[in-house]
C-alpha cells in the first residue's frame, strides 16, 4: 500500500481547478492509494470538446499546479491534441477529447479503485 500525502491532494486539487478554469468537464479522480502495483496514488481524468480545449486545459493544469504547488510534470505526451498525458510521478493527468476517452475507458482499468466523479459545472 502506497502513501498518499498531503501534497499528492494538494496537487490533484490544483489539477482539478486548472481543468476547470478551461471548462473542462466528466472529471473523475481516482485514488490509487489501495490499489497493488498502481503507478501512481491519483489519478485525474478529464475531457475537452475540441483538440484546441484539450490543450487549453493541459496549459492551465501546468499554470495551475505551478503556481499553487510549485509542481511541474516529470513528462508530458500530447496525442494529436485529442489525448494528452501528464505524469507527475504521484499523479497522473489524461486529458481527452470524448471519443477517445469512451474507447480507451481508463475509468474501467481501475475499477477496483476509489472513483469520485464531479459535477460539471
Known sequence: MK???ANSKALVDSIVEGIKE????????IDMANVDD?????MVIAEGNTPVQVEAIQDSVLDTARIQTGEKPLHSHIGN??????DYVDVMVHIFVPALREFYNIEQLWADAKQIRLENE
Open 38 to 42: 498502481s503507478i501512481c496514488n491519483y
Open 81 to 86: 491534441g485529442e489525448w494528452v498525458a501528464m
Open 3 to 5: 502513501t498518499t500525502t
Open 22 to 29: 478551461k471548462k473542462g468537464k466528466n472529471i473523475v479522480i
